[in-house]
Nanobody, 119 residues
Framework: QVQLAESGGGLVRIGGSLRLSCAVS??????MGWFRRTTEKVREFVAG????????KYAEFVKGRFTISRDNTENTLALQMNDLTPEDTARYYC??????????????WGRGTQVTVSS
């Protein structure tokens, strides 16, 4: 059993930055990822990271702007988001992902944290 709690969302202007965090309780030795659900209710893969942080994968639309990281000693996952655009407006979720395919989420989800980018 894994419990996930996201935080760090908020309202930010175009070009701004936010850092999302995910507190992970339970076993932490999983590949982890961030997904988002847009206002159109579409769920999108954002970024994934393997259990020791050596391998990462990003959606094309966030490459060069977002950075995923983890701290297994603190059982936390983070997503640094820079140069935000209105298209990044969404509710962001962390989850355990398939270690062989980070774009495949597992069944454990937190409540998410809302990110809104305004002009």
């Amino acid at each position: 059993q894994v419990q996930l709690a996201e935080s760090g969302g908020g309202l930010v202007r175009i070009g701004g930055s936010l850092r999302l965090s995910c507190a992970v309780s339970g076993r932490a030795f999983y590949a982890m990822g961030w997904f988002r659900r847009t206002t159109e209710k579409v769920r999108e893969f954002v970024a994934g990271i393997d259990w020791d942080g050596d391998t990462t994968k990003y959606a094309e639309f966030v490459k060069g702007r977002f950075t995923i990281s983890r701290d297994n000693t603190e059982n936390t996952l983070a997503l640094q988001m820079n140069d935000l655009t209105p298209e990044d407006t969404a509710r962001y979720y962390c989850t355990v992902v398939d270690a062989g395919d980070f774009t495949r989420p597992g069944t454990w989800w937190g409540r998410g944290t809302q990110v809104t980018v305004s002009s």
